[in-house]
Structures are given as structure tokens and as C-alpha cells.
């Protein structure tokens, strides 16, 4: 209430960079699952990471304890970008006055998280390249072998252009404008649900972050698929002319996951995005909230 929209984009990246510093290890974590045996049926291949907690260890193990926050500073990037604007968006949104109508908090927030998606895309490309990276023994998906963020930034654009930077947008965009929509809907509800049961106090952070928690559960099965299939598609290996060579696009890949992997090959890595949404969306609305009260 009373923040410009052009605060409200510079507070919200700084509460989406907050928020990071302490997800980014299950971002890690989720990204080296979804790649896990891809495009092989189930149980035909090795499984050096098993569940959240031992995928944890494995990465400990294979990268160190630094090896946790990989892909910070890209995961930093894209928090800024894709938050700053999503915030922003939804802020000219309410403004607007767009918010008010029946479907309109959904539907803003759809909007605001395709936009932020876009504008972020090519930081969330080197964030995933950077975070597969690891020892041949416990390597998943394809090895870009990128030395830090700005040689990859380098990388890609001399030699796919800045067309390559965008590589990977048409999974990203449903993914977030999903997750967002879903997370508007049930955020408040579910908050509500839990201060009805008198579990946590009205008002306390420990009930936001129970309803975080609830109203994950939603986001993480609407979400998952999207997210699975942004990770193969940003991660892939790319001819000369920048074209993937083993998914032509959004719908091939979910279509190949499906045939190759089951169903359940869509909800790789559920449990580290689940583990990831609740206390990264209460995080970001905690520091965004305080960020414009000072």
C-alpha cells in the first residue's frame, strides 16, 4: 500500500536475493533430480541421487559443502530479474485496479510471473548449467562444463547469439505463470485455514509460513511438470545452430518424458520443490513486506 510500482520492482528483487541465499542448496538439489536417468525407463539406470536428504549428501560429497550453492550468483540474477519485475507488474496491476475484479489477483499473477519469467530466462539457462555441473561419477544430464556465470553468459551468446541466451523460454514461461497463479490462489486460503484450526496465532509469521507450507502442496503438483520439463529444455545439448537435439520444444519434451520415463517422470524432484516453495515464498513476502515498511 503507497509503494510505486518502481519501488515495489527494487524491493521485490531484493526480497527474491534474500530469499535465495537460503533456497538455493534444494535449487541444487531439485535440478540434479529432475535430470536423473533422463529419457531412460525407470530402474534401467544408476541413482547417485536418492530423495532430498541424499541427494544432499551426494552433492556434499561430490562438490564440497560449497557445492550446496552452486549457481548462486545466476540464481541471484534471476531472483532479481524475474521477482523485480513480477512485483512490479502486479503492483501497476493493482493499481490499475485489475485486482479487484473476480479472477483478477490470479490472473494478475499469472501475467506478472510469465513476464518475470521472460525477462529472467537467460539467468535461470546459466543457473541450470552451472548447477548440473559436477564429477564425471555423479554427473546428470548434459555437461555444458562452464567455468563461472560470466564466462557462460560469454559462451553461449558467441556461439548461439543472443537468441541462445532465451533457449529453453517456451518451458520457463508456464512454469512460473503456473506456479504464481496457483500460489495466489491457495496462499491465502490456506492461511486462513490454518489460523481457523487455531494451530498458530493470526497474524504470526509462523502461521504465514504453515500456510506456505499447505499451499505448497497445490503448487508443487501444478507446478512440478512445468518444472521439469524448463530443467531438460534450459539443460540439453544444442547443434550449432543453437536447435536441442533431444526435445524440439515444449510439448515434444513433456510428450518424450511421458513415453520414456512414465508419468511419474514429470514429478522428478517433487520433494525439493516442495521443500523449496513454502519457506521461499514466505522468505520473499517476509523481506518484501518488511523491505516496504522501511
Not at 525477462?119 to 548440473?132: N, R
Not at 522428478?268 to 514466505?282: S, W
Amino acid at each position: 500500500g503507497g509503494v510505486p510500482p518502481a519501488i515495489d520492482l527494487v524491493l521485490g528483487a531484493a526480497a527474491g536475493c534474500l530469499a535465495c541465499v537460503l533456497t538455493n542448496p534444494l535449487e541444487v538439489v531439485k535440478t540434479r533430480l529432475q535430470l536423473q536417468g533422463e529419457l531412460q525407463p525407470p530402474g534401467t539406470y544408476p541413482r547417485p541421487y536418492r530423495g532430498v536428504l541424499r541427494a544432499v549428501g551426494a552433492v556434499c560429497r561430490a562438490d564440497g559443502l560449497r557445492g550446496l550453492q552452486k549457481g548462486l550468483a545466476a540464481s541471484l540474477l534471476y531472483q532479481g530479474l524475474m521477482n523485480g519485475v513480477r512485483f512490479y507488474c502486479y503492483s501497476c496491476a493493482e493499481d490499475a485496479g485489475w485486482t479487484r475484479y473476480p479472477g483478477g489477483t490470479v490472473a494478475a499473477g499469472a501475467v506478472a510471473g510469465a513476464v518475470g519469467a521472460f525477462v529472467g530466462s537467460p539467468a535461470y539457462l546459466v543457473k541450470t548449467h552451472l548447477q548440473a555441473q559436477t564429477l564425471s561419477a555423479v554427473a546428470v544430464g548434459h555437461q555444458h562444463n562452464h567455468e563461472n556465470i560470466s564466462r557462460a553468459f560469454e559462451s553461449i551468446y558467441k556461439q548461439h547469439g543472443l537468441a541462445g541466451l532465451w533457449r529453453g523460454v517456451t518451458g520457463a514461461v508456464p512454469r512460473v505463470a503456473v506456479g504464481s497463479a496457483a500460489q495466489l490462489a491457495t496462499f491465502a486460503s490456506a492461511k486462513d485455514w490454518v489460523c481457523e484450526r487455531q494451530w498458530f496465532g493470526e497474524g504470526s509469521w509462523a502461521a504465514v509460513l504453515a500456510g506456505g507450507m499447505v499451499s505448497g502442496v497445490a503448487v508443487a503438483v501444478t507446478m512440478t511438470p512445468f518444472d521439469v520439463v524448463s530443467t531438460r529444455l534450459y539443460n540439453q545439448p544444442v547443434d550449432a545452430d543453437g536447435t536441442g537435439k533431444l526435445y524440439r520444444g515444449f510439448l515434444d519434451c513433456i510428450l518424450q518424458i511421458s513415453s520414456k520415463e512414465g508419468l511419474l517422470g514429470l514429478y522428478k524432484g517433487i520433494g525439493a520443490v516442495y521443500l523449496r516453495l513454502g519457506p521461499h515464498t514466505v522468505l520473499s513476502l517476509f523481506f518484501w513486506d518488511e523491505l516496504r515498511k522501511m
